[in-house]
């Protein structure tokens, strides 16, 4: 059975709070948990059940893989965007990564109705 490293996990989760500038206390307001709990596990002593994990790669637009196994993406296709694409993606506020989904999804409807087409 696969285990998580907690320790790892904790440091992934330590560098996504400081890249959006969260503190302590407001990503455990966020996951809905104590400040102790939240500092538990960024120390690798404590770990989140997997209804969490998923709000946490919500929340920072990350990949479960990532958070479980330190891979920011296990889409092959991943290496088709520019590193600062995806830097700018996972450093970016809400309302720009909305933008961003608001772009995708029309290339898609504009891609896939130019494909039915054919």
Not at 41 to 47: D, F
Request: hydrophobic share 35%; with cysteine.
């Amino acid at each position: 059975m696969f285990e998580i490293d907690k320790e790892r996990f904790g440091a992934f989760l330590l560098e996504l709070r400081k890249e959006k500038g969260y503190t302590q206390k407001q990503l455990a307001e966020k996951l809905n948990i104590s400040v102790r709990h939240c500092s538990a596990i960024e120390c690798g002593t404590a770990r989140l059940s997997i209804e969490k994990l998923i709000e946490v790669s919500d929340l920072f637009h990350v990949t479960l893989d990532y958070l479980i196994l330190g891979r920011r993406s296990s889409n092959k296709y991943i290496d088709l965007f520019p590193d600062s694409l995806i830097q700018s993606l996972q450093s970016g506020t809400d309302a720009e990564l909305d933008l961003f989904k608001q772009y995708i999804q029309m290339f898609h409807k504009i891609y896939s109705s130019k494909k039915e087409s054919k």
